[in-house]
Nanobody, 124 residues
Framework: QVQLVESGGGLVQAGGSLRLSCAAS????????MGWFRQAPGKERDFVAV????????NYADSVKGRFTISKDNAKNTIYLQMNSLKPEDTAVYYC?????????????????WGQGTQVTVSS
C-alpha cells in the first residue's frame, strides 16, 4: 500500500503564491510517475501537472501552463507544485497521485494511488 500525504494548501489572495508538497511512502517501487489533480465542488476532477520518473519530462494543463511548476526529489519520494499568479478559478482540493511505470499520463483513471487532498482557496 502506498501512502501519499499532501501539504501546503491554504488561503491566498489572487496573484499570490503557494507551494504544495506530496510525500510518498510504502511499497512504491520503481519506476513510477507522480502528478497533481484538482477538483472544485460540483466539478469533475481535472489534471494539473505530471512529472516523469527521471524528472526530465513534465506536462501541464493549459489553464496552469506558465504559472505552475512541478518538480521532484527522488531521494525523498516527494513532488512539489509551485503555484504562482494564483487566480480564484484555481480554488479546489488538490490531489497527489502515483502511476506505476515510465509513461506520464493526464488521465486520472490511470493512476494507482491517491492522497487525501489539500484545500487551496484563492480570494479575489
Amino acid at each position: 500500500q502506498v501512502q501519499l500525504v499532501e501539504s501546503g494548501g491554504g488561503l491566498v489572495q489572487a496573484g499570490g503564491s503557494l507551494r504544495l508538497s506530496c510525500a510518498a511512502s510504502g511499497r512504491t517501487g520503481s519506476p513510477y510517475v507522480m502528478g497533481w489533480f484538482r477538483q472544485a465542488p460540483g466539478k469533475e476532477r481535472d489534471f494539473v501537472a505530471v512529472i516523469s520518473w527521471s524528472g526530465g519530462n513534465t506536462n501541464y494543463a493549459d489553464s496552469v501552463k506558465g504559472r505552475f511548476t512541478i518538480s521532484k526529489d527522488n531521494a525523498k519520494n516527494t513532488i512539489y507544485l509551485q503555484m504562482n499568479s494564483l487566480k480564484p478559478e484555481d480554488t479546489a482540493v488538490y490531489y497527489c497521485a502515483v502511476k506505476r511505470g515510465w509513461t506520464t499520463s493526464r488521465a486520472g483513471y490511470e493512476y494507482d494511488y491517491w492522497g487525501q487532498g489539500t484545500q487551496v482557496t484563492v480570494s479575489s
